[in-house]
C-alpha cells in the first residue's frame, strides 16, 4: 500500500513534531511506499490567499495521482487535514491524523473549527495521538474512544558523546566537584525554568556545590537573565544558549540531574517531552511537571520524579532529594536507561503506525 505523508513541518524544519515525522519516514517498514508532500517552497499554503490552505487541496490531488496513493496520513488536523478530508470524498483513498497536543488544542478555539475538526476526524479511518494526554481530550470531544490510538515519539538509541567534549566542557566551566543540574529546551514560560530559579536559593542552602546549566534560547531567554540576577543566583547558574548536538550531549553525560518542570498554561502544554528519555538514554534521573502528555515519557519512581509544576515546595523537595542520594539517581538512571531502550525505539513506534495502515500486512 502507498502511503503519502501529508504535513507542515518536516526536516530541516526543526521540532518535535517535524522530529516526530522524519523519523516516521526513516523507519517506515517498506521505504519505497511511504512519500512526503510537506510545505517547502510554501506550496501547501498562501498567506495571501482566502482560504490560504487552497493550494494544499491542487497538492494533495496532484501527489495521490502521480504516486497512485492509497493512504494519507495528515500530520495537521488544520489545515491540512481539511484538505484531505474534502478530497477524500471525490478521490479514492482514505487517510489518517496525527495529533500531537497543542493542534489539537487551536483546532478547538472556535466553534466553527471545532465543527470542522469533528467532520475530519470521524471520517478518519485513524486518530493517531502522539499521547495519552490528547488521547484523552480527543476521547472526550468525540464522546468516544474508537479508531484512537496512542503512538508516542521515539529516540535514537545510538545517541552518543564525544568523551573530549565531555572533559573540555568540565574544565571549561569549572565543574570539577560540582553537581550539575540541567534543563534543555526551547525557553518559554511553560518549561518551568523560572520556578526552578525561584527554588534555587532554598536548594543552594543544602547543597551548595550545584551548579544550574540551561540550554537553549526562545523569547523568554531575558525574563530568565533577568530573574538570575535578581536572586543573585550569577556563580550557580549557567545560560549556554544554543548548542549543537555533539555539545548537547556532552552535557546530558556530564550531568547529575535533569529538570524540566512543565506546565500548562491556557493551550499550550507540553506534547510529550522526548528530552526527558534523551536524559535517561545518558543514565540520568529527570524531575517532571506532572502536565501535559509528560506522563507518556515520566513514571514517578522508576525514572524521575513527578512533581506539581506549579508548587515550588515539591519542586524544591525534589532536587534536595535527589541531590542527597546518589544511590537514588543512580538507581532511577539505571532504570530509565532500560526503559527507554525496551519501550521507545523509533523502529517499534512506527511500526505501530505501518500496522494501523497496513492491517492486512
Not at 16 to 23: D, I, L
Not at 124 to 152: H, Q
Not at 225 to 243: C, F, M, Q
Request: charged share 25%; with cysteine; aromatic share 8%.
Amino acid at each position: 500500500m502507498k502511503t503519502l505523508l501529508f504535513t507542515l513541518e518536516y526536516p530541516p524544519f526543526y521540532g518535535g513534531v517535524a522530529n516526530y515525522y522524519g523519523n516516521l519516514v526513516k523507519y517506515w517498514p517498506q521505504p519505497g511506499e511511504i512519500f512526503v508532500l510537506d510545505n517547502s517552497g510554501n506550496r501547501l499554503v498562501k498567506n495571501w490567499l482566502l482560504p490560504k490552505w487552497l493550494p494544499a487541496i491542487r497538492q494533495l490531488k496532484k501527489e495521490i495521482k502521480k504516486n497512485k496513493i492509497d493512504h494519507v496520513v495528515a500530520g495537521n488536523i488544520l489545515p491540512l487535514g481539511t484538505a484531505a478530508y474534502f478530497l477524500s470524498k471525490r478521490m479514492n483513498f482514505k487517510y489518517s491524523v496525527i495529533l500531537h497536543g497543542m493542534d489539537f488544542a487551536f483546532a478547538c478555539r472556535t466553534p466553527r473549527k471545532r465543527w470542522l475538526t469533528r467532520k475530519i476526524l470521524k471520517k478518519a479511518e485513524n486518530v493517531i495521538c502522539a499521547n495519552s494526554y490528547t488521547a484523552k481530550l480527543v476521547g472526550n470531544f468525540l464522546g468516544s474512544k474508537d479508531r484512537i490510538i496512542i503512538v508516542n515519539p521515539g529516540i535514537d538509541n545510538r545517541i552518543t558523546h564525544n568523551v573530549e567534549r565531555v572533559t573540555q566542557i568540565k574544565e571549561g566551566y569549572n565543574l570539577k566537584g560540582k553537581l550539575v543540574l540541567l534543563t534543555v529546551g526551547r525557553l518559554v514560560k511553560r518549561k518551568g525554568i523560572d520556578m526552578v530559579l525561584a527554588c534555587l536559593p532554598e536548594v543552594l542552602k543544602q547543597t551548595p556545590n550545584l551548579v544550574y546549566a540551561v540550554i537553549g534560547d526562545g523569547p523568554e531567554e531575558k525574563n530568565f537573565k533577568k530573574l538570575v540576577a535578581s536572586l543573585k543566583l550569577e556563580r550557580n547558574v549557567l545560560t549556554i544558549g544554543n548548542a549543537d548536538d555533539e555539545e548537547r550531549n556532552a552535557w546530558l553525560e556530564l550531568s547529575d540531574i535533569f529538570i524540566m518542570p512543565a506546565r500548562k498554561i491556557n493551550d499550550d502544554f507540553e506534547g510529550f517531552g522526548i528530552v526527558y528519555l534523551e536524559a535517561n538514554l545518558a543514565g540520568k534521573p529527570v524531575i517532571a511537571g506532572d502536565s501535559g502528555g509528560v506522563r507518556d515519557a515520566v513514571v514517578d519512581g522508576l525514572n524521575g520524579l513527578m512533581v506539581n509544576p506549579e508548587n515550588k515546595e515539591e519542586i524544591t523537595a525534589a532536587i534536595i532529594k535527589l541531590a542527597k542520594d546518589e544511590n537514588l539517581r543512580e538507581k532511577l538512571g539505571r532504570q530509565g536507561r532500560e526503559r527507554t531502550m525496551e519501550g521507545f525505539s523509533w523502529k517499534k513506534q512506527i511500526e505501530k503506525i505501518y500496522n494501523l495502515i497496513n492491517p492486512a500486512l
